[in-house]
């Protein structure tokens, strides 16, 4: 069978990628602590299943509108001006499986082939490869671990041209934790004014799990917001990533254009998982909060085990639940040349699974998720401890 030539430009995710060569390993008979995939390991809330077994009860199992029920579309109007002040109407919002159906949504209707993507490393390693599909050109900004790994005006001004077509990044970052403030976003948006050509994608999935206090969104500055194209969704801030259920706030174009595309490949998004997705917005954040206090506690645990490491250069995570450690201090010992060689350095001596920084464009990085229990960071970090001292 002769498959089609655009199966060359996608790639198996390197972070599924690592998973499966962790259950791998565990099916030899070793015990393998996987910090691989970004997945919180609490239970959804037991009031969004509660409304999900009532959906059912109530006959809600039938197809639903491919941009997302009328319910639903409102609560997430309803949040992001409770949330964000942002202003939106049902119109410039769509529901998709996914927030990574939403990314591929908008950049499948954005990029013809050979558009530029702009890109600040380090990246989800989904952004890339959506780009990659779309026949897009990509063009990294690298970022500095001494800037917590965020870009600053004059290094988006270098990249940026009138070539540039789309620019994505996420805040809360995936992988390094990277937080922009409001002012750090405003000398963003002074070169964006300057390419009104330039549109932005926003990937907001982490914004509830923010160590510094308030979440910015770039969308909030007036005189870019017909550009900017917000993605969200329900697995990081309610633990509800089996759902599969995101969201996309945009101008109405966009949406328009995404409800054409998704139509053809998904239609509407699971009936059931839009009735909880609406609990989960109108009903109390307490349970959201309770699990970002833990990520934290968890946060600072594995950032003072790497402070305990010689050679390791960390910048403090202000999101997320990633820690995303400098390890090139150790290349060129024991076969370890690069952040690949590491992970699998990791993997296969430690039994430890983490992602290695290559795959979010950063070479001397490896990526580790602390969405774990405390004892099983613990016992992880004690392996990597262990075999580190001994690199």
């Known amino acids: 069978m002769e498959l089609a030539n655009r199966l060359e430009r996608i790639k198996e995710p390197q972070t599924i990628k690592m998973a499966k060569m962790a259950r791998a390993l565990a099916t030899k008979g070793h015990d393998v602590i996987n910090l691989s995939l970004g997945e919180p390991d609490f239970n959804t809330p037991n009031h969004i299943v509660e409304a999900a077994k009532k959906a059912m009860d109530d006959g809600f199992t039938k197809y639903t509108p491919v941009a997302g029920i009328p319910e639903l579309r409102e609560a997430i109007c309803n949040k992001l001006k409770r949330d964000n002040q942002l202003d939106y109407d049902r119109k410039q919002i769509i529901v998709s499986t996914g927030a990574k159906q939403a990314l591929a949504n908008a950049i499948l209707c954005l990029l013809n082939p050979g558009d530029e993507a702009l890109i600040p490393t380090p990246f989800w390693v989904t952004y890339a490869a959506l780009v990659d599909l779309a026949e897009g050109s990509k063009k990294y900004i690298k970022s500095k671990a001494s800037n917590k790994y965020k870009i600053t005006p004059e290094e988006l001004e270098e990249a940026i041209s009138e070539k540039s077509k789309l620019f994505i990044f996420s805040s809360p970052c995936n992988p390094s934790g990277a937080v922009y403030s409001k002012e750090e976003l405003a000398g963003l948006v002074e070169v964006f004014k300057k390419y009104p050509n330039c549109n932005i994608i926003s990937d907001e999935i982490y914004e509830y799990i923010n160590y510094k206090g308030g979440h910015e969104s770039i969308a909030q500055f007036e005189e870019i ?18 759902w599969r259920l995101g969201y996309l706030a945009g101008p109405e174009t966009i949406v328009r254009a995404c409800e054409r595309i998704q139509g053809q490949f998904t239609s509407g998004a699971n009936a059931i998982t839009q009735k909880a997705a609406v609990a989960a917005l109108n009903s109390s954040l307490d349970p959201t909060y309770a699990m970002r206090e833990e990520f934290e506690k968890r946060r600072n645990f594995v950032i003072e ?67 774990a229990s405390m004892d099983t960071l613990k016992e992880a970090m004690q392996r990597i401890k262990k075999l580190l001292h001994e690199s």
């Open 225 to 242: 917001k017909d550009r900017v194209i917000v993605v969200n969704g329900f697995s990081k801030g309610f633990a509800m990533t089996g």
């Open 305 to 371: 085990s790497f402070d305990e490491i010689n050679g390791i250069d960390l910048a403090l995570p202000d999101g997320a639940f990633y820690a995303f450690p400098d390890v090139s201090a150790f290349f060129g010992k024991n076969g370890i040349n690069n952040s690949e060689d590491m992970s699998m350095h990791i993997l296969n001596n430690a039994h430890v699974s983490t992602v290695y920084g290559s795959a979010f464009g950063d070479e001397n990085a490896i990526r580790i998720s602390y969405a």
